[in-house]
């Protein structure tokens, strides 16, 4: 039984979704936990309710949304993704694999599907780790890597806790998130890079993902007056900061061509025209699908941080936010996403994803695999990310035949 999706209702989905925290330049900021999240989040259970799920709310705020299946003992197969968003985000990112797992459940109803296994939709929270630390919250609290208690505890950029926040949104689950057990989970997401498209493909089969390591820089100098202060006695913790990015960008890349590393955050304090910043807040992101050139990189960030710090009279300090080895799939699931695309007469090919996923964590405690689409010019984490109604219909449909071939 070869079953395709109704491309035009995803579409319609995704587009009702986008109109949340719809940016100026055509993309999407639902930032975690924000009231933005939130009415994305509730339109989604609405949705899921429509179709017939029973949905529940665990203490971290993921949503699971299940269509029981004959044998509801069973550990289910479930899909998902993320709802919440960078700042400058885009239409797909997170919000394409749970609305691909919701197309799944109104498939399965519309030809009146009884599947032995229960399917289970889930948003994940904080997936984008933009408010607040680490990311992958809620797929890492889920998967036992997170305590709960310290992921209520984080501090949000707006100065509450998580705890707080997921009060106030009504997201403050009682589940036990570590309880749930999976016999498979199937992420569908975008690329997010220029694989797929360059090579003409229509669907990615997903083997590994790459590992990532967030750091947290903190430089202390002291502040000063922009005029009269002598360059060589002053204490910028701005200087001192700019040479660190600079060397760090300078010697991880001779590490690795397939390294990436990034500054995304930047701050300064007191941040004024005519004061020489005696504090300088920044990040590192940087991934590579090898551990042991993510451990030489932090090493060299240490040495770095250390020497300069050295030389400019200022105090440094370092913390990682984040680290997330190189994460393998199953196998057996990979092989199954790669027959069902064959099935469905679409062009596919193995790759590892170069961004980060709920499923990283979720490979933990249950087998798990990605399916990707491509993105146009491998753009993402940018309002003009797209992708076309046919190549996410496409990946919703293998997504659809592999948890049929998973749950029956
Ligand atoms: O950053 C990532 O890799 C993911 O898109 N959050
Ligand atoms: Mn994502
Ligand atoms: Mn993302």
Redesign the pocket.
């Known amino acids: 039984m070869v079953l395709r999706v109704n491309e035009e209702r995803l579409w319609e989905s995704l587009e009702a979704i986008a109109e949340i925290g719809a940016t100026e330049g055509g993309g999407s900021s639902r930032l975690a936990l924000s009231e933005n999240d939130a009415r994305a989040r509730k339109l989604f259970i609405s949705w899921c309710v429509e179709a017939g799920c029973d949905v529940d709310i665990d203490a971290i705020g993921n949503i699971f949304a299940t269509r029981k299946g004959r044998e509801p003992d069973l550990s289910a197969v479930a899909t998902g993704s993320h709802l919440d968003t960078q700042p400058l985000g885009g239409r797909f ?1 997170g919000v394409y694999g749970v609305l691909a797992g919701l197309e799944v459940i109104r498939c399965l109803n519309e030809r009146s599907i009884e599947t032995r296994k229960s399917v289970v939709v889930v948003v994940w929270t904080n ?3 933009v408010r607040f630390n680490p ?1 992958l919250t809620g797929s890492q609290v889920f998967s036992g890597a997170l305590p709960l208690a310290v992921a209520h505890d984080q501090v949000t950029l707006d100065g509450t806790t998580v705890y707080e926040d997921l009060v106030a949104t009504g997201f403050l689950g009682e589940g036990d998130s570590c309880s749930r057990k999976f016999s498979a989970f199937i992420e569908a997401h975008i690329e ?1 890079g220029p694989i797929l498209e360059k090579a003409g493909m229509d669907i990615g089969v997903v083997e590994k993902v790459q590992g ?1 390591t967030f750091i947290e820089v903190s430089i202390r100098g002291e502040n000063g007056h922009a005029g009269t202060l002598p360059m060589e006695e002053r204490k910028d913790a701005c200087m001192a900061a700019c040479e660190i990015i600079g060397e760090v960008e300078r010697q991880l890349c001779r590490l690795s061509a397939d390294l990436r590393v990034t500054c995304g955050r930047f701050t300064l304090t007191p941040s004024s025209i005519s004061t020489v910043p005696g504090g300088a807040d920044f990040t590192f ?1 940087i991934r590579h699908p090898d551990e042991s050139v993510i451990s030489a990189s932090l090493a060299a960030v240490g040495d770095i941080v250390e020497a300069v710090a050295r030389k400019r009279a200022v105090e440094a300090g370092v913390t990682k936010s984040l680290h997330k080895a190189p994460v393998s799939f199953d196998p057996r699931l990979t092989q199954k996403v790669e027959a069902a695309a064959d099935t469905l007469s679409l062009k596919s090919m193995r790759m590892v994803s170069g ?3 709920d499923a990283m964590n979720l490979a933990a405690v249950a087998p798990s695999t990605m399916i990707f689409v491509p993105s146009l010019s491998g753009i ?2 940018n309002e003009a990310e797209y992708s076309s109604p046919a190549d996410l219909a496409n990946g919703a449909s293998v997504l659809l035949q592999t948890i049929l071939d998973e749950s029956c």
């Open positions: 990112d997936e984008e780790g990311g997010q990532i992101d961004a980060g996923h993402s984490h």
